[in-house]
T-cell receptor
Framework: RKEVEQDPGPFNVPEGATVAFNCTYSNSASQSFFWYRQDCRKEPKLLMSVYSSGNEDGRFTAQLNRASQYISLLIRDSKLSDSATYLC????????????FGTGTRLLVSP | DAGITQSPRHKVTETGTPVTLRCHQT?????MYWYRQDPGHGLRLIHY???????DKGEVSDGYSVSRSKTEDFLLTLESATSSQTSVYFC????????????FGPGTRLTVL
C-alpha cells in the first residue's frame, strides 16, 4: 500500500461548484500534512498546511481525520483558475522528517 | 516567489553520458533537496543537503550523486545517464527541517535517449 493515496481524477466541475478530495495515509505516526497545488508543467506550490483539527483559508478548507487516517480538501465556489493537480503530502515525525507526496488529484473547472 | 532557479530547464542526452543539473537559491536557506517526478509516482526524494558539504541520500539515490560547495548551489549529477532517469527533476529549499515549508524550483525536464 502506498504511504499516501489519492484518487487521480480528473474531477470535472462547473464554475461555482463545491468539490472535495480525500487523501488516505498509511503511517499513523505522521506528524503533519499539507496540500500542494501543481499547475501543468509547473512546480508544486504550497496551498495550505493541515494541522490537528484542520484549517480554512478563504474558499479552501482542509480537514484531518487521524482516526480514519485521511485528510480532505474542500474547495467552494470553484474558479477556472482552480484547475490544477492537488498533491497530498505528509511529513513524518522521526529522523529526517521527509515529505511523502501523493500522486495528485487533477481538477478541471469548466465555464 | 522564492528565489530558486534550475539549469538547464530542458535537456536531451544519450544513455551513458554524464549529466549535471544545477539548483541555485538566493534565499540563504540551509536545506536543499532534489526530487524527481514521474507519472504514477509522487515526487520522490533523491538526495538532500543540510548544509555546505553535508548531504544525505533519499529514497531513490541510486545512480545519482550531489555536491554542495556553497550555500546557494546544489548540484545533481547523473554519472552515466540511463533511460530510466528520464524524468522531471525539481529542486526544493527550506529554512529548517521541522514544520517549515519547502519551496520548489521550476524544474528540469530531462530526456535520456
Amino acid at each position: 500500500r502506498k504511504e499516501v493515496e489519492q484518487d487521480p481524477g480528473p474531477f470535472n466541475v462547473p464554475e461555482g461548484a463545491t468539490v472535495a478530495f480525500n487523501c488516505t495515509y498509511s503511517n499513523s505516526a505522521s506528524q503533519s500534512f499539507f496540500w500542494y497545488r501543481q499547475d501543468c508543467r509547473k512546480e508544486p506550490k504550497l496551498l495550505m498546511s493541515v494541522y490537528s483539527s484542520g484549517n480554512e483559508d478563504g474558499r479552501f478548507t482542509a480537514q484531518l481525520n487521524r482516526a480514519s487516517q485521511y485528510i480532505s480538501l474542500l474547495i467552494r465556489d470553484s474558479k477556472l483558475s482552480d484547475s490544477a493537480t492537488y498533491l497530498c503530502v505528509r511529513r513524518g515525525n522521526t529522523g529526517f522528517q521527509k515529505l511523502v507526496f501523493g500522486t495528485g488529484t487533477r481538477l478541471l473547472v469548466s465555464p | 516567489d522564492a528565489g530558486i532557479t534550475q539549469s538547464p530547464r530542458h535537456k536531451v542526452t544519450e544513455t551513458g553520458t554524464p549529466v549535471t543539473l544545477r539548483c541555485h537559491q538566493t534565499e540563504n536557506h540551509r536545506y536543499m533537496y532534489w526530487y524527481r517526478q514521474d507519472p504514477g509516482h509522487g515526487l520522490r526524494l533523491i538526495h538532500y543537503s543540510y548544509g555546505v558539504k553535508d548531504t544525505d541520500k533519499g529514497e531513490v539515490s541510486d545512480g545519482y550523486s550531489v555536491s554542495r560547495s556553497k550555500t546557494e548551489d546544489f548540484l545533481l549529477t547523473l554519472e552515466s545517464a540511463t533511460s530510466s532517469q528520464t524524468s522531471v527533476y525539481f529542486c526544493a529549499i527550506s529554512e529548517s527541517i521541522g514544520l517549515d515549508t519547502q519551496y520548489f524550483g521550476p524544474g528540469t525536464r530531462l530526456t535520456v535517449l
